[in-house]
């Protein structure tokens, strides 16, 4: 896809283009953006487990017209008995990244369906649970051809993930599965049917939470019932910082989503309205942003209640001033840095009312904690792996959240036009985020060609041990030996790379025109009436 989709009756962006077609759907049926996207994040979970499940966590930022968006924070905190003590007796001296014991926060996801269903009813959705669920339960029945990227990380992960419970029975009871296999999930179909039929409370507060709880303290996760039962997702007001060009809108912590302001915050104050696209300045520039906000970032983002400041206090004019003038648009910072890494998707719906959503479905880790219960076939999230055992504002603790890299966008424009977008990509979300919201806002490069445009990604990603400069080898290698020269650590790597992440994006224009844009990166499609 070359060009941005347009249509008018509606639109939903997803990595996986049977996920897409599920939301369609149910825009086609008379549903709004918000049971699209529900009907989309069970199908992706079910179509695209290597990358999110309804064992993991979601975000959400809804826009009605004339209304500021709302958020959705559905992130399930630590287990009760999951403290610094627990590990140690386990003889663990860090928390591990696979199996029973990585599986120790609660899911979140659904809560987070359950809010916002909640929104859809209050805008008038109507479209029954049992029918949001119904393309997701038809693809685990039936099956689903496995994806290439699905092999690929089956390959290269199954010696730390063979020894998780229900892990290879689940995805590769016959061995590493090849492009085209057909993957059938009876039982995490039949928890999505439940779900349908019963509603979604189920997860928390009914016979799957049970039955969730008892498969998991039987493998030897912290979690338990109580855990379960206490679990709400909560509506919240999301971040913001205005721009020259809008205002746009991310996630409050536990997740990065005010690095991702502040990026483009500090970009602005660069006064680089004049430079070229995808030139030195440009690119150097948010490269050069995203080292200031990644480590205000690491200094201050955690679990909410354990933050000393206000994350709006980071948007502030005073900070991003004061941010901006450190940054040399000459001379690279010197930048060794812990990354933060993530498997993810990002999913984007917008409704013929002007209803636009964006939201991000995951379980930290490609596959997660590995850890499938078997009666239920959910796969378990590893998000809790990030938090440490030592004092520090990510320690361990019994309902503290751990940091997260998923971070929603949303722009309301001052041309009229509401822009929905993001990606999967762990660290290298903010700087997707940054590349197609500059490329496609400031410069009025076509939605599609900011998506597929070569990217840049620093620090390290998907298990790989370098924080050089990534670049697709599709830059112009004069930009490439420039920001060299510069003092940037360069790897150039392929033309379309996964780690690059699976971006998306839908703009709504003000005479109903939608234009929407999935990544070659990914399996996705536009799907649109």
Same mark, same amino acid.
């Given at each position: ?36 996207? !529900? ?14 499940? !309804? ?7 809804? #826009? ?6 709302? #958020? ?34 609660? &899911?979140?996801?659904? %809560?987070?369906?359950?809010?916002? @269903? ?9 479209? /029954? ?6 393309? &997701? ?5 039936? *099956? ?13 992960? $199954?010696?730390? =993930? ?14 590493? /599965?090849?492009? %085209? ?19 979604? +409370? ?56 005010? @690095? ?11 006064? =680089?309205? %004049?430079?070229?696209? +995808? ?13 200031? #906000? ?12 354990? $933050? ?5 206090? =980071? ?40 209803? &636009? ?12 904690? %590995?850890?499938?219960? /078997? ?9 809790? #792996? ?35 977008? *993001? ?59 420039? =920001? ?46």
């Amino acid at each position: 896809m070359l060009r941005s989709r347009t249509a008018l009756g509606g639109m939903v962006t997803a990595p996986h283009h049977l996920a897409a077609e599920a939301g369609r759907d149910i825009l086609r049926e008379g549903g709004n953006a918000v049971e699209a996207m !529900i009907a989309a994040a069970a199908t992706i979970a079910v179509v695209y487990p290597h990358m999110n499940a !309804i064992g993991g966590d979601g975000f959400w930022l809804i #826009a009605e017209p004339g209304k500021d968006p709302v #958020a959705i924070r559905a992130c399930g905190g630590a287990a009760n008995l999951a403290t610094p003590d627990f590990y140690r007796e386990q003889g663990k001296a860090a928390i591990p990244a696979r199996g029973p014991l990585a599986a120790l926060t609660v &899911a979140g996801a659904i %809560g987070g369906w359950i809010k916002a @269903a909640e929104v859809a009813a209050s805008i008038g959705g109507k479209i /029954p649970h049992s029918r949001l669920m119904r393309d &997701a339960v038809h693809h685990g029945k039936t *099956g689903v051809p496995v994806t290439k990227s699905q092999v690929g990380l089956t390959t290269t992960k $199954m010696a730390e =993930l063979q020894d998780s419970p229900g892990y290879v029975d689940t995805y590769a009871a016959n061995g590493i /599965p090849a492009i %085209g296999d057909v993957l059938k999930q009876p039982a995490l179909a039949a928890t999505l049917e439940q779900l349908g039929r019963v509603g979604f +409370d189920d997860f928390y507060r009914g016979d799957i939470a049970r039955t969730n709880a008892r498969g998991l303290e039987a493998v030897g996760s912290p979690l338990r019932l109580t855990d379960f039962e206490a679990y709400h997702a909560k509506i919240m007001t999301p971040l913001s910082v205005k721009l020259s060009t809008g205002t746009v809108f991310n996630m409050v912590p536990p997740t990065q989503g005010v @690095a991702s302001l502040m990026i483009l915050g500090l970009f602005e104050r660069l006064g =680089l309205s %004049g430079a070229t696209l +995808d030139g030195f300045d440009h690119v150097h520039g948010l490269i050069e942003a995203t080292k200031r #906000a990644f480590l205000k970032r690491d200094a201050h983002v955690g679990d909410p209640d354990r $933050m000393s400041i206000d994350p709006m206090s =980071l948007l502030s004019d005073e900070m991003l001033d004061h941010e901006a003038a450190k940054i040399d648009m000459k001379t690279a910072l010197p930048w060794p840095h812990v990354a933060k890494p993530g498997d993810t998707i990002w999913m984007g719906a917008v409704d013929a009312n002007g209803v &636009a959503v964006s939201y991000i479905q995951s379980i930290f880790w490609e596959f997660g904690s %590995g850890v499938v219960v /078997p009666e239920t076939g959910v796969l378990w999230q590893n998000r809790g #792996a990030s938090f440490t055992l030592h004092d520090g504002p990510n320690q361990l603790g019994p309902g503290r959240l751990p940091f997260h890299t998923l971070n929603p966008a949303l722009a309301k424009l001052n041309d009229g036009s509401v822009l929905t977008y *993001g990606t999967m990509g762990g660290e290298g979300q903010p700087q997707t985020q940054s590349a197609v919201f500059t490329r496609n806002v400031i410069y009025g490069q076509d939605l599609q060609e900011a998506v597929s445009a070569p990217r840049w990604l620093l620090g390290k990603t998907w298990g790989e041990d370098t924080t050089t400069l990534k670049l697709e080898n599709r830059f112009d290698p004069a930009l490439i030996e420039q =920001l060299k020269t510069a003092g940037h650590t360069v790897e150039v790597v392929g033309p379309y790379e996964d780690m690059m992440g699976h971006a998306g994006g839908i703009r709504l224009r003000p005479n109903g025109v939608m234009e929407g844009a999935t990544d070659p990166r990914a399996d996705g499609s536009v799907a649109a009436l």
